[in-house]
T-cell receptor
Framework: NAGVTQTPKFRVLKTGQSMTLLCAQD?????MYWYRQDPGMGLRLIHY???????AKGEVPDGYNVSRLKKQNFLLGLESAAPSQTSVYFC???????????FGSGTRLTVV | GEDVEQSLFLSVREGDSSVINCTYT??????LYWYKQEPGAGLQLLTY?????DMKQDQRLTVLLNKKDKHLSLRIADTQTGDSAIYFC?????????FGAGTRLFVKA
């Protein structure tokens, strides 16, 4: 089925551990985004990409890195996890010049 | 920076109309959206309006845009229990979209 797929769906990390969240889309969308969702705060943009090989910082980039080596994949890395990074992470994509994101179903990350 | 604000909760009776309001600060926004999020799921695009429009109707949904006051609203007619969800207002300018904190709609049977 066409769409945005996020893996894993759930993860528990210990403080200081690292991990990578994978986002894959099969719709040939140019733009991809990583958001985090925290209660009462809506979605905050972490990093985004407007094409293969490009990335840019969003509103809350500290503690995260991203890569877009292939157009269909957008990876989000946590270098040294902290409890403040406990959140639900959403990936989204959109074709260039159009409107309305397609979202993945989210990754629930808990850092203990 | 740009900001989008919404009230956090709304409770209505089944069959009534729901009106969810949103205000934003970025006057250069070109697209304005409403997304719906059901428990445990990602956001789903519900409807949108271009900044050069002031109203859009789509079945039970009516979107009103007041550009002068930077106010966006979503009206759901004949609200059903299946409409219970979190509704996010979002505005786009350039590459980025700014989301509100979401309004949790409770529908009482």
């Amino acid at each position: 089925n066409a769409g945005v797929t996020q893996t894993p769906k759930f993860r528990v990390l210990k403080t200081g551990q690292s991990m990578t969240l994978l986002c894959a889309q099969d719709m040939n969308h140019e733009y991809m985004y990583w958001y985090r969702q925290d209660p009462g705060m809506g979605l905050r943009l972490i990093h985004y990409s407007v094409g293969e090989g490009t990335t840019a910082k969003g509103e809350v980039p500290d503690g995260y890195n991203v890569s877009r080596l292939k157009k269909q994949n957008f990876l989000l890395g946590l270098e040294s996890a902290a409890p403040s990074q406990t959140s639900v992470y959403f990936c989204a994509s959109i074709p260039a010049g159009t409107y309305g994101y397609t979202f993945g179903s989210g990754t629930r990350l808990t850092v203990v | 920076g740009e900001d989008v604000e919404q009230s956090l909760f709304l409770s209505v009776r089944e069959g009534d109309s729901s009106v969810i309001n949103c205000t934003y600060t970025d006057s250069s926004s070109t697209y304005l959206y409403w997304y719906k999020q059901e428990p445990g799921a990602g956001l789903q695009l519900l409807t949108y309006i271009f900044s050069n429009m002031d109203m859009k109707q789509d079945q039970r949904l009516t979107v009103l845009l007041n550009k002068k006051d930077k106010h966006l609203s979503l009206r759901i007619a004949d609200t059903q229990t299946g409409d219970s969800a979190i509704y996010f207002c979002a505005v786009t300018g350039g590459f980025k979209t700014i989301f509100g904190a979401g309004t949790r709609l409770f529908v009482k049977a």
